[in-house]
């Protein structure tokens, strides 16, 4: 009953990371044709987007310090869960385009709980099996992403009345979520059993067979293995500067923006490359778009082995080289690319590249996950994460502003992502010994 109420809780967690997946696919592709019909534009369509990351630039550390002073996620997984549904069903109804964007505003609110759900694990795990763990977690929204377009072509057809509401292929994106973010919320109420639970089981079970019985004196977190010291009081600003403000943990949240911001700047000019390059139509790329996230799930599969014989800090440094190749191969090529229809060799000079570059994607985002939570106090890691997702955040509204500005000036949009991943490799590197977990004594408590 213990095993399975554990895998229970993991596998909660697993779908929540999916139906964001699936919210990103399937909201995504009709987004600016269903603000159309209430007279928005690509203006407005940009607010949208970015709508949803705002709100959770905000709602994330907040979760996430209330996550550090509470350990009941099941509870804030549940409050999350209704500006999830409450703003999808705005979605849904339309009524007018900023109307739309107070919807996507309002579930962004609810997606602060995804870093609360990784400390939970984070908190709950040893160093040694955490990577592993994270990255399983990883691939369902791969996985939602993939899935997503599926439903896109079953809601394609729609054509109903709900009242005063349409129902059709445009609005049925919202509908669809409402309906998974409440099964979601069902499925938390009577499955979902907050992880720390689990660790004080074993840990009487432990004491039990040993007969030893911790030291009132001894401060610990409700990870089993790794022990907090709370000597070090003080304001919570001077222990936030102490436990942040550190060479090591910058670079890391410097290489996590980069990514983002990378990533996201490169979604941006890729369907208006291949339709002005490739003359290549939605179809094509959205088989593009789905190969890659197939890609990416395949990788975080791979690294859930690979992480166990590799240390984080490595991997971090293998993504960052990956990544840095890939867009010096771009900046070349891309100023001397021409317009060409079916030839073979100049797709190949594009594709190759892309893919590598979506190749060397997870093991940055994995890495600095993981990193994070040995570097930092375990018992602050829903706020670790928390800023780790504003930092995410910010990248994902910066980046498709940057791609859209500098669309075809390349050595401006490529040169800027190129000098900000040599800045992260720096910095990585200055860093590079103090990139594991730090000693027990030196942990603070932010609580």
């Known amino acids: 009953m213990f095993v399975s109420s554990l895998r229970l809780s993991y596998i909660v967690i697993f779908f929540l990371n999916f139906l964001t997946g699936v919210e990103y696919a399937v909201i995504l592709p009709t987004a600016l044709q269903f603000l159309q019909r209430y007279g928005g534009n690509q203006v407005e369509l940009g607010f949208c987007l970015s709508a949803y990351s705002f709100s959770s630039l905000f709602s994330s550390p907040i979760m996430g310090r209330w996550s550090d002073r509470t350990n009941n996620t099941k509870l804030i997984i549940i409050i999350a869960n209704f500006f999830q549904i409450i703003g999808s069903f705005m979605y849904f109804m339309g009524v007018s385009s900023w109307f739309i964007i107070g919807g996507r505003l309002v579930a962004g609110i609810g997606l602060g709980v995804v870093s609360v759900t990784f400390s939970d694990v984070i908190k709950n795990t040893n160093p040694d099996e955490r990577s592993p763990i994270l ?11 993939i899935i997503g377009p599926v439903f896109n072509f079953i809601m394609l057809n729609l054509n109903y009345d709900i009242g005063p509401f349409l129902l059709d292929k445009l609005s049925a994106p919202g509908l669809l979520m409402t309906g998974a973010w409440t099964l979601l919320q069902i499925i938390v109420i009577f499955f979902y059993t907050n992880l720390n639970k689990f660790n004080k089981k074993e840990s009487e079970t432990s004491d039990e067979q040993t007969g030893l019985l911790a030291s009132d004196n001894d401060a610990q977190s409700y990870n089993t293995i790794q022990v907090v ?21 910058i670079a890391v949240y410097c290489s996590t923006f980069t990514v983002f911001f990378m990533q996201t700047v490169l979604e941006t000019m890729l369907t208006p490359f291949t339709r002005d390059y490739f003359n290549w139509s939605d179809i094509q790329n959205s088989i593009l778009y789905g ?16 992480s166990k014989k590799i240390k984080d800090r490595k991997l971090l440094m293998i993504g960052i080289i990956g990544n840095l190749l890939t867009l010096i191969f771009l900046i070349v090529y891309l100023p001397m690319a021409e317009p060409s229809k079916g030839n073979i060799e100049q797709y190949l000079l594009f594709i190759i590249p892309v893919f590598g570059n979506v190749f060397s994607l997870p093991f940055i985002v994995l890495a600095s996950i993981s990193l994070l939570s040995k570097i930092t106090s375990v018992d602050s890691q829903g706020l670790t994460q928390g800023i780790r997702r504003t930092v995410v955040g910010l990248a994902c509204i910066l980046g498709p502003n940057w791609g859209g500005v500098f669309y075809k000036q390349w050595y401006i949009m490529i040169g800027t992502l190129i000098l900000l991943l040599t800045m992260s490799l720096i910095m990585s590197l200055i860093s590079f010994k103090k990139l594991v977990a730090r000693p027990i004594t030196s942990r603070l408590n932010l609580n």
């Not at 990255?135 to 992403?145: C, E, H, T």
């Open 229 to 249: 010291d709370n000597s070090q009081t003080g304001p919570f600003v001077l222990r936030f500067y102490n436990e942040y403000i550190r060479d090591e943990v």
């Open 135 to 145: 990255s399983r977690i990883m691939v369902g929204r791969q996985i939602g992403m």
């Open 291 to 306: 190969l890659a996230g197939l890609e990416i799930m395949i990788v975080f599969l791979l690294l859930s082995f690979l």
